[in-house]
């Protein structure tokens, strides 16, 4: 079975960081490539950032774009987002996510508050 | 704003059908494979169809995916209660070299 589990979130001030994991289990996760997708509290599916395969190339949106770093470990089966100089605006639940073209499985997501 | 643009709410009764609208652009929709997602309150998304109009195993054929030019159209048919959802379409947009996504559509079943 298929399962993707984040960790690593929690509260966090403005101007900090954190470090989220998703731990993954049921499949070949050197075979695929992973996202990270956030939902702000009320709010819709916003796409953070991807990583191939291989861990070789990474996209990120415009919004986090030189704050947030992804990477991979394919040993230990973990995807890992490092989020930096955090704003209000990054506050929402993140989700782990499988996929190429399409998110085939999702995990539970983890809170992430930024707030003072 | 979203990058796609899909209607804020839908609705329609039991066994009825509805259809839920992406529109995007070139860019996206246009020239790259949409995908669909159903998020029931308080759970993680889940994949509907993939590639403009595969459904994954287990999803029923009573939901279709369909893609002209730069838009995405979501179809659910034989409507039930347990369809009342929020409903993304997403896809890659390779100006941004990002993914993207709708808006969401949050579905009725009255």
């Known amino acids: 079975e298929v399962q993707l589990v984040e960790s690593g979130g929690g509260l966090v001030q403005p101007g900090g960081s954190l470090r989220l994991s998703c731990a993954a289990s049921?499949?070949?996760?050197?075979?695929?490539?992973m996202h990270w997708v956030r939902q702000a509290p009320g709010k819709g599916l916003v796409y953070v950032s991807r990583?191939?395969?291989?861990?070789?190339?990474?996209s990120h949106a415009d919004s986090v774009k030189g704050r947030f770093t992804t990477s991979r470990d394919n040993a230990k089966n973990t995807l890992s987002l490092h989020m930096s100089s955090l704003r209000d605006e990054d506050t929402g639940v993140y989700y782990c996510?499988?996929?190429?073209?399409?998110?085939?499985?999702w995990g539970q997501g983890i809170l992430v508050t930024v707030s003072s | 704003q979203s990058v796609l643009t899909q209607p804020p709410s839908v609705s329609a009764a039991p066994g009825q059908k509805v259809t839920i609208s992406c529109s995007g652009s070139?860019?996206?929709?246009?020239?790259?494979?949409v995908s669909w997602y159903q998020q029931l309150p308080g759970t993680a998304p889940k994949l509907l169809i993939y590639?403009?109009?595969k459904r994954p195993s287990g999803i029923p054929d009573r939901f279709s995916g369909s893609k002209s030019g730069t838009s995405a159209t979501l179809g659910i048919t034989g409507l039930q209660t347990g369809d009342e959802a929020d409903y993304y379409c997403?896809?890659?947009?390779?100006?941004?070299?990002?993914?993207?996504f709708g808006g969401g559509t949050k579905l009725t079943v009255l």
């Open positions: 996510a499988r996929g190429r073209a399409a998110l085939d499985y």
């Open positions: 990583i191939t395969s291989d861990g070789s190339s990474t």
């Open positions: 590639d403009n109009n």
């Open positions: 070139s860019s996206n929709i246009g020239n790259n494979l």
């Open positions: 049921g499949f070949t996760f050197s075979s695929y490539w």
């Open positions: 997403g896809t890659w947009d390779s100006s941004l070299s990002a993914g993207v």
